[in-house]
């Protein structure tokens, strides 16, 4: 029995040396030492602290049991075999960060997808309210145009009355001035059958027609020279003359003596006179109303010719019987 | 006393038994329990990795963890239970990095492709609506 104790302490004694010579390792290991960097360079990285905390926890666990190992003086192959165990949890917890940072991008960008969907349909949505907008507002403005336009035809059509009723009015304006241009026609056709009714009457005998009026001139062939007293040849002038008055009791004259440039020209206005007056004294006689005549001396003034020659001179010896034109003859010359 | 004489007695007796038991506890330290457990675990954990993706994302991790499973299988049969053990706790651990090696490729391609599909709307929609 003794024996026996004995033996089984010497037993456990060489099992323990035996197990003292199984642990005789260096204190470093080179996996471990890569496989601590490895963890400890992940440890260091937020982005694996912080989306793989759990996977990061069983790499520390397994670096601690490598170290164990190591410090416990385990064969070198179990502590390889640990280091390489830790080596692959930190690259799992490496991995797995990286897994979770790529879902995270995923999911913000989907996030963005859908924002970027829910403007571009805000902006679809605003875009169509305000085109619905617009459109009321153009109907609205439409019908305040429309209304405008009625008011506008509204307005026509009463100018429209009004341009009729001016028409109607200037058709009568028109008809009017027509009977007045009918009447202004048969006023001239009076007048001019009045002055070719002169004029047929003073046939033969020295007449134009002035401003002033028809002018008969009764050249010095009437009259001596120097003296008023009329010819016997001038008889048949002065019926002719007569006769006008008597078919027109109306008309009125006025009888105008002139000389020539030979004498005195106080004389010559004084013999212009006479002569006029014989030749209105002869009118009267023969029936015309005094008061329809009168006279004007004009003497050697307003010559029709050159006093320088004989025969100009015989010209401006004259008296001019003006008929004062009756009033459509002078109104409508 | 009469033990300690004996012990001395039998002395070439105990040497024989000590050289006998050291020879046991070197045994004992390279021997080992069988690994069953881990080499099922193992098994799983390669089993579950063995998808299309990762074949396609992580082919070289998976690779390593099939063969070392293999290979902690193969130490089984020869009864070596120690290699079988780390040749499986090994192959677990590189069935889970092939795994986690796949995702993040997989969630760096779909990000990138987010990215691109964000960016391809904002231009879209830049072109749609200038203003």
Redesign the interface.
């Given at each position: 029995m003794k024996l026996r104790l004995t033996l089984l302490a010497t037993l456990s004694a060489t099992a323990a040396a035996v197990l003292g010579a199984c642990s005789s390792m260096p204190d470093h290991n080179a996996a471990l030492d890569q496989a601590r960097s490895r963890y400890e360079l992940a440890q260091a990285n937020p982005q694996v602290q912080s989306l793989a905390a759990d996977e990061l926890k069983r790499a520390d666990l397994a670096l601690r049991v490598a170290q164990q190992a190591l410090s416990d003086g385990q064969p070198l192959a179990n502590v390889d075999h640990l280091a390489y165990l830790t080596d692959q949890r930190v690259t799992i917890a490496q991995d797995t960060a990286s897994s979770r940072a790529s879902e995270a991008v995923v999911k913000g960008a989907a996030a963005e997808r859908d924002q970027l969907r829910l403007a571009q349909r805000t902006r679809e949505v605003d875009n169509a309210q305000r085109k619905l907008g617009d459109a009321q507002q153009s109907n609205a403005l439409k019908s305040a145009e429309l209304q405008v336009a009625e008011r506008t035809n509204a307005q026509k059509s009463a100018d429209l009355q009004v341009a009729e009723q001016a028409n109607a009015r200037k058709s009568a304006e028109l008809a009017e001035a027509d009977a007045a241009a009918q009447r202004a026609q048969a006023q001239v056709a009076r007048r001019d059958a009045r002055v070719s009714d002169l004029e047929m009457q003073l046939q033969d005998m020295n007449l134009r027609k002035t401003e002033r009026g028809i002018v008969v001139t009764l050249g010095d062939v009437l009259f001596d020279s120097g003296r008023a007293q009329l010819l016997p040849d001038a008889g048949r002038n002065m019926d002719k003359l007569a006769a006008v008055f008597r078919r027109d009791p109306a008309r009125r004259a006025t009888i105008e003596g002139y000389t020539d440039s030979v004498g005195d020209a106080g004389a010559n206005v004084e013999l212009s006179g006479r002569r006029a007056s014989a030749v209105m004294g002869a009118l009267v006689s023969l029936g015309v109303a005094p008061d329809h005549l009168s006279t004007r001396a004009h003497g050697e003034a307003m010559p029709t010719a050159s006093n320088a020659t004989a025969a100009g001179r015989q010209l401006n010896r004259r008296v001019e019987i003006v008929f004062v034109p009756q009033g459509d003859e002078l109104s409508m010359k | 006393m009469?033990?300690l004489h004996?012990?001395r007695t039998?002395s070439t007796t105990?040497r024989l038994?000590?050289a006998c038991?050291?020879a046991a506890?070197?045994a004992?330290?390279a021997s080992a329990p069988v690994p069953n457990e881990q080499l099922a675990v193992a098994e799983a954990a390669v089993q579950r990795a063995n998808s299309t993706a990762t074949h396609e994302l992580a082919a070289v991790q998976l690779q390593r963890a099939s063969g070392k499973l293999a290979s902690a299988r193969e130490a089984m049969g020869s009864k070596d239970y120690?290699r079988a053990r780390?040749l499986a706790?090994?192959a677990e651990?590189?069935a889970?990095?092939a795994e986690?090696?796949a995702?993040?490729a997989?969630?760096?391609l779909?990000?990138q492709e987010?990215?691109d599909?964000?960016r391809v709307?904002?231009e879209e929609?830049a072109r749609?609506?200038p203003l």
């Open positions: - | 009469n033990t004996s012990t039998t105990l038994a000590l038991i050291a506890g070197l004992a330290c120690e780390r706790e090994q651990a590189d889970l990095v986690s090696h995702m993040s997989r969630s760096r779909a990000a987010s990215q599909a964000a709307l904002r929609l749609k609506a």
